[in-house]
């Protein structure tokens, strides 16, 4: 099982006085699928991070560096990491992007692990085993920024290799994880920047437009994978400082994210 609470970690990176090392790191999935099912994908292409990036580059105005697992990275995953510092008590590792393969050794190290537009997603059989043996043994996924039927289904296709016998269930308002920190008592639809900037329209897909929160529990129905929806959380947190995305969004991400990272920690 993993440790809960002290997240121990092999960051070389990491350079924090003994006593001080962080809590928490956002870990986000490398994966090779790219394009959508109804652009006929997906189809493996990968992406490789950016080398040597630190979280203090932002000056740089980097963000959004390609499609897949890239998508908004690194600007989301460092506003989001000052964000869990500043709103809670967590001791977050804040000096860079911290990206995964599923398949490197230290993935059990960090049992928090974000994955952006499983829509595009690809899991290899040795990869959904290596997710499987994740979760079971205490870890916990987060799935972002996919849109409509044809994306769901990408998904729950994914998600069937890891778990042939469990199914994404509709998660209620009423569930322990939208309590742990802040009260979320509703389902708010989470634009990308350009729709919620400009206006009109919240939704990406015409073939689902409702957000919804699924997730995939385990023998002793603790949350193992939490499913946002028809909601783009990770592109809240990336423009949570542009004057035109409205704070009611961002504000909303933020607290769902919080949520998130404390039930995982805790359960």
């Known amino acids: 099982m993993f440790l809960i609470g002290v997240l121990m970690s092999r960051v070389s990176a990491d350079t924090s006085p003994p006593g001080t090392e962080p809590e928490y790191y956002y870990t986000r999935v490398i994966y090779s699928g790219a394009g959508t099912p109804e652009r006929g994908g997906p189809i493996p292409i990968r992406y490789e991070p950016l080398r040597d990036f630190k979280c203090s580059d932002l000056e740089r105005g980097e963000g959004g560096m390609g499609g ?87 998904l729950a296709r994914q998600m069937s290799k890891v778990f042939p016998d469990r199914k994404l269930e509709p998660v209620p308002l ?47 129905s603790r949350l193992m994978v939490i499913v946002t929806y028809n909601s783009d959380l990770g592109d809240a947190w990336e423009h949570m400082d542009v004057a035109c995305y409205p704070e009611k969004f961002s504000g909303q991400a933020y607290r769902m994210g919080i949520n998130f990272v404390i039930y995982a920690m805790t359960h």
């Open 174 to 220: 009423t569930d322990e994880i939208f309590h742990t920190f802040f009260d979320i008592d509703t389902v708010m639809q989470i634009p990308n920047v350009s729709n919620g900037c400009y206006g009109g329209r919240t939704w990406e897909s015409s073939t689902d437009t409702a957000p919804r929160i699924f997730g995939i529990r385990d023998d002793k």
């Open 68 to 154: 897949g697992w890239r998508t908004d990275y690194p600007a989301s995953d460092c506003k989001f990491i000052w964000g869990v510092e500043r709103l809670t008590s967590i001791k977050a590792y804040r000096e860079a992007p911290h990206p995964m393969q599923l398949m490197d050794p230290a993935i059990f190290d960090f049992p928090y692990l974000y994955i952006v537009e499983p829509g595009q997603l690809l899991l290899s059989d040795q990869e959904a085993a290596r997710l499987r043996e994740f979760l079971l043994r205490g870890g916990f996924l987060h799935a972002d920024d996919f849109w409509g039927l044809y994306q769901l289904d990408n």
